[in-house]
């Protein structure tokens, strides 16, 4: 099967000149009133690592923290896209895993979103930028927050231990899904470990494989056994673990549909979605969401959005 050419909408700004994005910042929140327009236009053109140089730049040139600036001068849902721009990808996804466990109750569902569809590096890099920053240590927050066959889940997650072989081993596929048909569907009660066991460790292209061997055993999609054998939180990063592993594409263009639709916009899944697909294959994702769905991305987020924050979600996806 032919690799997918991958098509991000932010790459590096061809025309970089970081001491000049920094004095159009610094005029665009300089004096009476705010200038959002010069803000989102400018950041949202610069890819991470160049949005840094500004950032140091910034605090060269006036002494003054970009961050802090920015964070004086915007409010709302802009506020918290900008602000996700600027971070570092690891930085931001620790950022979002610590909110999903602040306060009283934990947002499960969200932590579940980003540690199933990261691989190896990205764990580790979440990590270290978790630690860095002083939020505290990722897996220990991680353990205290929940219990059971979910905090098995977790902690296996964190890890970052996922095979990274390239080659596909048939013969390991079929017995791997012989072992979740036996765990799952032909045992009183499922045995979630054995699920653990194959769908955190296997390389994410042997998971493809053993999803379609899984159904030439049990004539019924992995998918439907998992919604059958699971519930709750647990079903939720099976099948989120199995959905990356299918398409990474496909798996992202449902949640920010998931985003758009219902009772209500979630907000945050969809820019945390936009921002870390961003420089990755969101250009893939936006054709497909049209194919899928049959509506432009552009023309949910218009329909859904407003303002400043409908602006900087479809210039994201360079509209």
């Known amino acids: 099967m032919a690799s997918l050419q991958l098509k991000p909408c932010v790459r590096d700004y061809p025309d970089f000149d970081k001491d000049r994005d920094a004095v159009i910042l610094r005029k665009a929140m300089k004096g009476m009133g705010t200038d959002e327009t010069a803000i989102i236009e400018t950041l949202v053109h610069r890819s991470n690592n160049q949005r840094q140089a500004i950032r140091q730049q910034y605090k060269t040139a006036y002494g003054r923290d970009l961050m802090d600036d920015l964070k004086k001068e915007l409010g709302g849902n802009l506020e918290k ?174 949640v920010i549909n998931s985003a758009l639709k219902g009772a209500g916009t979630n907000e945050a899944r969809l820019m945390r979605t936009l921002i870390t697909r961003s420089e990755i294959d969101l250009g893939n994702i936006k054709d497909l969401y049209e194919e899928m769905f049959g509506v432009s991305l552009a023309d949910d987020i218009r329909g859904d959005l407003r303002g400043d924050f409908e602006k900087i979600m479809l210039q994201l996806i360079g509209e």
């Not at 996804?93 to 602040?102: E, F, I, N, R, V």
């Not at 932590?111 to 930028?129: D, G, P, S, T, V």
């Open 81 to 254: 896209a900008v602000l996700g721009l600027m971070e570092q990808f690891p930085l931001y996804d620790a950022k979002c895993l610590k909110k999903a466990m602040k306060g009283l109750g934990t947002d499960e569902s969200t932590l579940l979103e980003i540690l199933c569809a990261r691989n190896n590096a990205q764990i580790k890099a979440i990590k270290m930028a978790y630690k860095a920053a002083g939020i505290g240590d990722l897996e220990d927050d991680l353990q205290g927050e929940v219990s059971g066959d979910l905090k098995c889940l977790l902690t296996g997650l964190v890890q970052g231990g996922r095979s990274d072989e390239d080659e596909i081993d048939e013969d390991k596929a079929q017995a791997d899904a012989q072992a979740l048909f036996e765990a799952g569907e032909q045992t009183f009660g499922t045995d979630e470990s054995e699920f653990q066991r194959v769908l955190l460790t296997r390389s994410w292209r042997q998971i493809r494989c053993i999803a379609d061997k899984y159904e030439q055993i049990a004539e019924k999609s992995i998918e439907d056994s998992i919604k059958s054998e699971m519930g709750g939180s647990l079903e939720q990063a099976y099948l989120t673990i199995v959905a990356y592993a299918r398409s990474p594409v496909q798996h992202f263009a449902k």
